[in-house]
């Protein structure tokens, strides 16, 4: 028999609010690391995931940057979906005419898997809040013009759900399929983000990706998340679960919908459950 496989989102799923991993849920994820396979799928970066879960045993490719890479926890490449520098620029300058810029996360060199946190010279009221999160980070480089990299993975708006709306129909209207596009209320603070992905750098696809890796059915892959972006793994994977505190339109099509929020370490809850039907057996 194969042992299962269990993917979870990070952020307002996995992460209590605070961005920490209580102790419980710490004991709970590694203790089940050694009868099943654990990952993530998070829309985080290499550097911040692995800053989250360095309490954390991770057996298997993780799903970083709402799917533009998959890597292993020893940094090695599985797959990645780039958005190119003539293409991130035409993005960064039809979203000009709304009085908008993105921030940007490109990969310096591949090799290494170095990233840049690029930020625009000019900012709004919900970019200044999201910025406080990262004083200090090396990887943050301003930009008075911001112009796009060779290698970029995601460009983020940050703003309001007035200003981002019209501005998704657009990039849709003049991009069409050659983008993904996200927008999603931003639960650490009172505005929206609008993410432009490559057309196959979702969780969706990069979950299919990681059990082609594995060599397994997606079937039998569990997945847990909240937002948006975990939309398209819940339609594939063979079992969703919603946390309590998740999104209506997350919990609308999740099999199952948890009584505990990301607080009250509903994942944790979920897999000692499970291991305690599975031993009951």
């Known amino acids: 028999m194969q042992v299962p496989i269990y993917i979870t ?15 419980f849920s710490a004991k709970v994820w590694n203790a089940k690391s050694k009868e099943a396979i654990l990952s993530v799928a998070t829309a985080r970066s290499f550097q911040k995931t692995h800053q989250f879960l360095h309490k954390l045993h991770l057996n298997t490719p993780m799903i970083l940057l709402d799917g533009t890479m998959i890597v292993t926890p020893e940094k090695k490449l599985i ?12 993005i960064i300058d039809e979203g000009s005419q709304y009085d908008i810029y ?21 900012l709004n009221q919900h970019q200044h809040a999201v910025l406080e999160n990262y004083r200090n980070d ?24 007035a200003t981002l709306a019209p501005l998704k129909e657009h990039l849709a209207n003049t991009f069409g399929k050659d983008l993904e596009y ?13 993410t432009i992905l490559h057309p196959e750098g979702d969780k969706a696809h990069a979950l299919q990706k990681v059990t082609e890796y594995l060599q397994r059915d997606i079937k039998e892959v569990t997945v847990f998340g909240d937002s948006i972006n975990d939309i398209g793994m819940f339609d594939l994977a063979g079992t969703s679960v919603a946390v309590a505190n ?14 505990h929020s990301n607080d009250e370490d509903a994942v944790a809850k979920y897999l000692q459950k499970i291991n305690k039907e599975v031993t009951l057996r």
């Open 9 to 23: 989102d990070l952020d307002h799923t996995l992460l209590r609010t605070d961005q920490s991993i209580s102790d």
């Open 79 to 90: 797959d990645i979906k780039i958005l190119n520098k003539t293409l991130a620029d035409a």
């Open 102 to 122: 993105p921030f940007i996360i490109a990969l310096k060199d591949m090799e290494s898997l170095e990233e840049a946190f690029l930020v625009p010279g000019t």
């Open 138 to 161: 090396p990887r943050v480089l301003e930009c008075k013009n911001i112009r796009a990299m060779q290698m970029n993975l995601k460009l983020v708006y940050f703003g309001s759900h």
């Open 182 to 194: 996200k927008l999603s209320p931003e639960k650490y603070s009172d505005g929206w983000f609008l």
């Open 246 to 259: 998740a999104l209506d339109e997350v919990k609308a099509i999740a099999d199952i919908i948890l009584p």
